[in-house]
């Protein structure tokens, strides 16, 4: 029974002898003979040196050090962890007491956490152009369930510092790398200088433990931001290292009018009681379907709460920057209107029943709270479980927002209630229509393959096929998940013109194109999955989803895509540079999901 | 300005979107499909508060005969029918051909189509001319297996 190190979970056959299927058999562990594995891109997620052994100027050898024995489960520091299931979930009998072929990871390689600076939450920074910010990625203290744990964040700060300014500004950060992995930052969403993108192997070097980057960031588009790393996201993101950025537009009343602002950064951690989950060092586990937490946090916490006066418009910034969860939010029943989503804000408000976001994705909503009292801010979901074959209702409060009897003052209620039309958005928006509805550019499928997994997955994903949800909204299989990790699992943007997959890919199209890409979800995949489609640097339109126009636009830069389904975007190919398309699910990024989108310049002209 | 909806292409074939759809003893030869489509949501994925998907069927049905050839009626209606059959709820008007009805925000479900003497019927009546069930009807029941045996919920 392999109990950690590069053994491959498979040696030990699985107990699925259901009838038609596969008699109970012991399978020696195959060579992996998948797809080639991604080009080597110094820098490039999941490629040889950018993993946690690659740490450099003295940082300590991850795992090496790290006390693990003392973890439910942990023996000698292996990874022999149970996965916590999910509650009425069984684990798989031919994975019990497997483990992942990955050696474990934990930020700060045992240190004593009560030795690092508590962590604070985020702090606002405001700055104008020519201003500059020390940016500063370090060990901080979280405490999760009653437990101090060593965790990241930027400048101590989880999230990190909310920087706001003013649209069209122009700010250096000075990126300071002193934690104990190769990071950058990445200005998601930021329509900036292809050279500052933070993205390591095409745009820059990582930066190493005690080095140090300046980015210059320019600030085209008023909204809502975010930043985060490019690096191993799947640990340095999911332990701490995000941060807002709020693009304020000249006009006052560029949005409807709020009582108050309130950010919300959703995000999930996975712990089993009040111990972290190990990471995969070499590389990512959970490579299937991402690392979903069990632990829904808000701006890094367990739970947000406010309080508000009858009748109150909150504004609520939210983004979502857990690895693969996709959230649903409502605010007890208080109405809800949207305002803008990634890039811009919508032709026509709207009001919704809830929010659905994707990793990566931010939406401005407001919601008013028109009766005193206690509003739950949940995120609800249907839950497959696939044992009992059955949906189960699964409810996360996120806060409470608490209603006295005070009257909103002033009273927003009826700009509230009037979804207003942004004609400036439709007409920034209208030189794009003539290209609606042409025949598309270029054409991808998103699919995967394995390769070395546990016979006992296999068999058992296998016979699970006769319906496939077209978004996962919790991780119903985590013991299967757990174990597989970017050695075993091959996750590919298909080029259908060429049959070349991600970095094979040779995309090129000249600066100022409009580019109409349609991306089509395969069913047929061994594990189909949504899929949140991130393009950096440009800005998009999803124009149309399985054939149906979208009525009321707006611009983005990640889009949900649900398994089977075919999405039609329309790319404003305007800022030149190379730039990354990729699976916003940091385990599928590092799995190899990841093409680049080269915006040649003019030909004589150098981008630089 | 926006865009009217509108079908602009073929979506997927198959996957988690699709219902067969069946005649029924009074109409044998009437066959049809469903097409799951999310209801129009500025997210993408159009869902209720407490998680249930919302979708729009597209349905194209053929050889279904004239309503008044199986009795007093005058349309076929589609409805949304949970599987204990306890509940239905009206999706709207179907045709040979193609039509959209909905919208539908239940786990599983049966889509039948009846015919009835009023074209606006909030209650079904008539006999059933086409039926299928939703995929997620298809969602597998592992604990039942013998691999599973011993294994508690």
Redesign the interface.
Known sequence: MPTGGRIRAAVVA??????GLLPVTVRAQQPAPGPPSPPPMAGMPGTPGMGPDSTAKGAPSPGAGMNMSGMPGMKDGSMAMPIPMTP???M???LIGLAPGVAPFLPGAGADPMRLPAAKPAATVRLKTGDTLDLTAMLVRRTIKGRAVAMYGYNGQVPGPLIRVPQNATIVVRFHNRIDLPSAVHWHGVRLDNRYDGTPGVTQAPVKPGDNFEYRVHFPDAGLYWYHPHVREDIEQAMGLFGNMIVDAPDSAYYSPANRDQMLVLSDLLVNADTLIPFGREGPDFALMGRVGNLVLVNGEGRDSMHVHAGDVVRFYLTNVASSR?F?V?FG?APIK?LA?DVSR???E?L??????APAER?IVEARFEHPGQYAMVN???A?N??????D???DTLGIVTVDAAPATPDYGHAFATMRANPAV?KDI?RF?PY??KAPDKRFTLTMSTSGLPLATVQ?MD??T??????E?IDAMPDMNWLSDNQQVHWAIRDQATGKDNMDIDWHVPVGSIVKVQI?ND??SFHPMQHPIHLHGQRML?V???????????WKDT??I??????DLLIDASNPGAWMMHCHIAEHLESGMMTQLHVDPPAGTAHQ | ????????????T????DIPLYGSPATPAANGHGRL??A??????????????RYDIHVTAAALPAPSSLGKFRAYVAWAVTPDLSAWSRLGTVSNGSSTVGPVDL??FLLVVTAESDSASATHAGPTVLHGIS?????????T????HG???
């Open positions: 699985a107990a699925l002898a259901m009838p009425g979930m069984p798989v009998p031919g996709t649903n409502s029943g949207v989503s919508f032709e026509q709207a919704v029943p809830s929010v659905v976001m939406y609800a979901v249907q497959i696939h044992f009992k074959g059955e949906f209702a699964e409810v439709s209208d229509r609606f509805s058992f016979v699970d006769a319906y496939y949800a077209p978004v909204w089509f069913p047929k999803v149309a989803r399985d054939g149906v126009v979208t009525r009321d636009l707006v889009v949900i649900p398994v089977g389904s075919t999405v | 300005m926006a865009l009217a909806f509108g079908i602009v292409g073929p979506g997927p198959i996957g988690p979107y489509v999310y129009e949501s500025p997210f993408g994925v159009a869902l209720t508060p407490d998680g249930h998907a786990n599983k995929p997620s009807s298809l969602l597998q029941r592992f604990l297996q013998p691999a599973f294994v508690s919920e």
